[in-house]
């Protein structure tokens, strides 16, 4: 087997989050001119439009940013730049976070990467945490429903190094005069993602390599070999097994895991081009029926599955961008028919789309540096509640330090002169301290710039609204 690492690839990529904050770091990348824009501002009737508010920041004792982060029942888990995987309670009010976490300090550099695998097992009350390293590993946690960390196994495990270190066809070469089994990374692992049925975990590596990971023994079953030509910086599965994988080669690969006489072996089924910068995020719709890219292009490509294509074959066409970032787009996230994107601009845009036609729904600002990582969920709705109708929780963190946290609602776009003004006032009591509340909503702010968080796309600032 053979592999050829490029040192240079390692190099360049460290020190890629100290260009983003430049003023000219990233700007200069060509947007996607051939690709056209599915953001059109002049038809944007279908769409309900959103109100946003910063409701908490979140706020760590020292000055390690957040490198990533995943929600987890009530619980929110960070990883940092500076080797700290941190449990924040989020039930409870900001003031007393710091009291009530949970951390452990593993290995060295940043946490790049945090998947949970939930325990079907109704008798236990423990999940697995795995967690992806500047340090070439991946560690493996037993986490227990009060969120504390037991370190199970670091991967490659031990036994699976030993099995294979004798074996001359087991090593691979990684430098001029070193060598060592497939089974390792040689660079930061940048991503991880699990198979739906949770058996299989995939890890992506600066490297240029994907390996698959048996979640059972924590065995090592497969190593794709100069899967890119570049750093891999993202990778999702769908629920047919389908694996994507985006890189710094501009690449979207396409991946299909074929069973031979039970040997694991996935294969390459498509290649996905159309960026013309490196890829830094890759998220499915909630139906898998599209998939979004973002890049240092400043755009976010919508994919869609090839009409010649199979039903499971993972074969898109790019039918489409949504623009309005000034910058590259750094993370993506879903939540129902919600796209949330992060960017070096210091943004979050929130996108949704009626067929091909998307709008940004809203712009949230607060981040005083490029947003790094983001997730979001629903806050609450009925049974019966569209997703015109619910609520919405968008945590993210940035190069500034901090997690925000944000409350999306809708507002109807039909019934803009008739906007429920108790409902918005409800929901805005629950973010803002009441004095300040008061002063913004009855005095307005003549002087000064309204605050980002009663503003949204194309609506007045709620102050306008007068009081029934």
Not at 36 to 52: D, E, R, Y
Not at 154 to 163: E, H, I, K
Not at 264 to 272: G, N, R, W, Y
């Amino acid at each position: 087997m053979d592999y050829h690492y490029d040192t240079a690839s390692s190099s360049s990529h460290s020190n890629h989050y100290l260009q983003l904050s430049g003023s000219t770091s990233l700007t200069s990348q060509r947007s996607l001119l051939s690709v056209p824009s599915l953001n059109n501002s002049h038809n944007n009737h279908h769409h309900h439009h959103l109100n946003s508010h910063l409701i908490k920041t979140l706020k760590s004792h020292n000055t390690s940013y957040i490198s990533s982060l995943t929600l987890f029942g009530k619980f929110l888990l960070t990883g940092s730049s500076d080797r700290e995987i941190t449990t924040w309670n989020i039930t409870i009010p900001e003031q007393q976070q710091q009291n009530s976490t949970n951390k452990v300090v593993a290995g060295k550099g940043a946490v790049k990467s945090l998947v949970i695998q939930s325990n079907t097992n109704t008798n236990t009350n423990t999940n697995t945490l795995f967690s992806a390293h500047q340090d070439h590993k991946i560690r493996v946690w037993k986490l227990t429903n009060d969120q504390k960390y037991t370190h199970l196994a670091t991967l490659p495990t031990l036994g699976d190094r030993a099995s294979k270190i004798l074996i001359p066809k087991n090593h691979v070469q990684i430098r001029r005069h070193k060598k060592c089994t497939w089974v390792h990374h040689v660079d930061t692992v940048s991503s991880l993602a699990l198979s739906k049925d949770g058996n299989l975990l995939y890890s992506v590596s600066w490297d240029r390599t994907i390996k698959i990971w048996r979640t059972r023994d924590f065995t090592c079953l497969e190593s794709i070999t100069n899967a890119h030509d570049d750093a891999i910086n993202a990778v999702v599965v769908s629920y047919d097994g389908v694996v994507y994988s985006g890189s710094a080669d501009k690449r979207i690969k396409v991946w299909k895991n074929l069973q031979d006489h039970k040997k694991q072996k996935h294969c390459l089924v498509d290649t996905l081009e159309k960026h013309n910068s490196g890829i830094n995020a890759l998220v499915l719709s909630s139906d898998e029926s599209v998939l979004y890219s973002g890049a240092c292009d400043r755009s976010i490509l919508v994919w869609e599955k090839a009409d010649d294509a199979d039903a499971d074959d993972g074969k898109m066409v790019v039918v489409g961008a949504l623009r309005g970032h000034t910058n590259s787009i750094l993370c993506l996230a879903v939540v129902w028919d919600l796209v949330c994107s992060g960017s070096a601009d210091k943004t979050i845009r929130i996108w949704r789309g009626v067929g091909r036609d998307y709008c940004c729904l809203s712009v949230l600002q607060g981040h005083q540096g490029s947003i790094k990582c983001l997730t979001a969920v629903v806050e609450n709705c009925d049974d019966n509640s569209e997703s015109e109708e619910a609520s919405f929780l968008v945590y993210s963190s940035s190069l500034d330090c901090d997690i925000k946290v944000f409350n999306s609602f809708s507002m109807s776009a039909h019934t803009q002169g008739d906007i429920d003004q108790s409902r918005i006032l409800r929901k805005t009591f629950q973010a803002l301290p009441f004095v300040q509340l008061m002063k913004q909503v009855f005095q307005g702010q003549p002087s000064q710039s309204p605050p980002s968080q009663l503003m949204m796309p194309g609506h007045e600032m709620l102050s306008n609204i007068p009081y029934l």
